[in-house]
């Protein structure tokens, strides 16, 4: 089945600072690959995604471009602030059989502070 | 359009008892999901549903029910508490197969 690496945490900023947060996966074919973000005392929710290689998916300031050579899909922001502390999880199908089922990595706590 | 709800938000049960958490989505979706989130293990499937009146197992499904009578509601049982199921349980769900989730707010569940 598919697997999916993700940075290990946390990550602590300062305000108006450059983030990357790596994530490497391994699967068959080209799946879609999914950014959620899960802000403090709530559920996950997608932050942004890319269905096919060299696709980049962006959504409030971040960004993240599917690399099939490098089988990568790190997330990146240019600038970021306190209110964008929250954990990261990269995700992608399960791979086996259409049970909707994603692959999560374990989440990456980003602190970011003033 | 509320999106996925859960119910309780929280809950605090004995070891021992029974409980059952409420899913309901209003997103007309086949595919729901019953996750459980604890501190340094990320997210683990429980059980999950590909549509009305099917359930499968997922990741760590010992200790659990679910059913899914009706398409909108996905209900996962304990029928004997123990202190290890202790955590926030997510629900999620999706319209296609290899699309996104969207997740409830969770409920925290706490076993003493």
């Known amino acids: 089945g598919n697997s999916v690496t993700q940075m290990e945490g946390p990550v602590t900023l300062s305000e108006e600072a450059f983030l990357t947060i790596n994530c490497t996966y391994t699967?068959?074919?080209?799946?879609?690959l999914f950014w959620y973000v899960q802000y403090p005392g709530e559920g996950l929710q997608l932050l942004l995604k890319?269905?096919?290689?060299?696709d980049k998916g962006s959504n409030k300031g971040f960004e993240a471009t599917y690399r099939k050579e490098t089988t990568s899909f790190h997330l990146e922001k240019g600038s970021v602030q306190v209110s964008d502390s929250a954990v990261y999880f990269c995700a992608l199908p399960h791979g086996s059989g259409n049970t909707g089922k994603l692959i999560f990595g374990q989440g990456t706590t980003l602190q970011v502070k003033p | 359009n509320a999106g996925v709800t859960q119910t309780p938000k929280f809950r605090v049960l004995k070891t021992g008892q029974s409980m059952t958490l409420l899913c309901a989505q209003d997103?007309?979706?086949?595919?729901m999901y019953w996750y459980r989130q604890d501190p340094g293990m990320g997210l683990r499937l429980i059980h999950y549903?590909?549509?009305?009146?099917?359930?499968a197992k997922g990741e760590v499904p010992d200790g659990y029910n679910v059913s899914r009578l009706k398409k909108q509601n996905f209900l996962l049982g304990l029928e004997s508490a123990a202190p290890s199921q202790t955590s926030v349980y997510f629900c999620a769900s999706s319209y296609l197969g290899e699309g996104e989730q969207y997740f409830g707010p969770g409920t925290r569940l706490t076993v003493t």
């Open positions: 549903s590909v549509g009305e009146g099917t359930t």
């Open positions: 997103m007309n979706h086949e595919y």
């Open positions: 699967a068959t074919g080209y799946p879609s």
């Open positions: 890319a269905t096919k290689a060299d």
